[in-house]
């Protein structure tokens, strides 16, 4: 599943580290924290300076996060002990954040009736406890997860802007603070890959953005201290107007980046990155 940020491309592909394009990335930081849901990882990146006493600085408060993306395979053991030798494995690699997703539609399955024990309180209160290296837990809640609405059946081709729809979510995220292990939580992402349907909904996009700063509104009167942001992929960054619109409204940037493509695109990705973060900053990396 994601930012920004110059250690990212120490996960890509190995040939990329020879890259003079790559290595100079490395140096870039920003001044507003951002970060990179990138299927397995989730990255924070420093300010944006010229100083190198400020990168160093920088470095030093601002450590990596890693939050795979957990899924068991055919031959994992069944039941909780599958997931526990996953998480005792990614764990002593570096893992040190919890990721969980979930579909609106799933948490709250039919109007005003919630199911939280299995997708979300369930993680929250029997792995994640276990492991002290965990330093965080990723939220991801999905109205939107890529083409297509994830919201429950009765709301579904509602406007995202629509009182009724507004005000479901808002229960929803208020049964969600009311969970004591929601505490855990400690950012939030709204949609997986909005560009996905809002490029090819543009009408839709004001409507989004309403009902996106509503949540981020409520999520930080809730959950104070949470981060909350939502996710662009890649290829959202090819769409501006939808990138600026949301931007502003979240406390980082989000976006995916699968790094399997070939050594030309990803030089494309350095060029890219370094123009989000001019963009974003109204400053200029090296």
Not at 123 to 144: C, H
């Amino acid at each position: 599943m994601v930012s920004l940020n110059h250690r990212l491309q120490r996960t890509a592909l190995a040939r990329a580290a020879a890259d003079p394009e790559r290595r100079a990335m490395k140096k870039l930081t920003m001044r507003k924290r951002i970060f990179a849901v990138a299927i397995v990882f989730l990255i924070f990146a420093p300010g944006c300076s010229d100083s190198s006493a400020l990168h160093a600085d920088a470095r030093e408060k601002h450590r990596v996060l890693i939050a795979p993306a957990l899924f068991l395979h055919k031959n994992s053991a069944p039941g909780l002990s599958g997931f526990t030798d996953a998480m005792e494995l990614i764990t002593s690699n570096g893992m040190n954040v919890f990721g969980v997703a979930n579909d609106w539609k799933d948490l709250e399955p039919s109007a005003g009736k919630f199911n939280l024990q299995g997708p979300l309180k369930n993680p929250l209160t029997l792995l994640v406890p276990r492991y002290s290296q965990l330093e965080g837990v990723l939220f991801v809640l999905k109205m939107i997860d890529s083409n297509r609405r994830t919201m429950p059946a009765d709301i579904q081709d509602r406007h995202f802007d629509d009182p009724t729809v507004l005000r479901r979510f808002d229960a929803l995220i208020d049964v969600i603070t009311t969970e004591p292990s929601s505490r855990r939580i400690t950012h939030l992402l709204l949609g997986n890959e909005v560009d996905g349907y809002l490029s090819q909904h543009p009408q839709e996009i004001q409507a989004f953005a309403t009902f996106y700063q509503r949540a981020v509104d409520r999520i930080h009167r809730k959950m104070p201290g949470a981060k909350v942001s939502t996710i662009i992929s890649f290829e959202g960054l090819d769409h501006p107007n939808l990138f600026n619109r949301l931007r502003p409204i979240g406390d980082f940037i989000t976006y995916t980046y699968y790094p399997t493509v070939c050594l030309y695109r990803d030089r494309i990705l350095c060029i890219a990155v370094k123009w989000i973060f001019r963009s974003a900053t109204g400053g200029v990396c090296p």
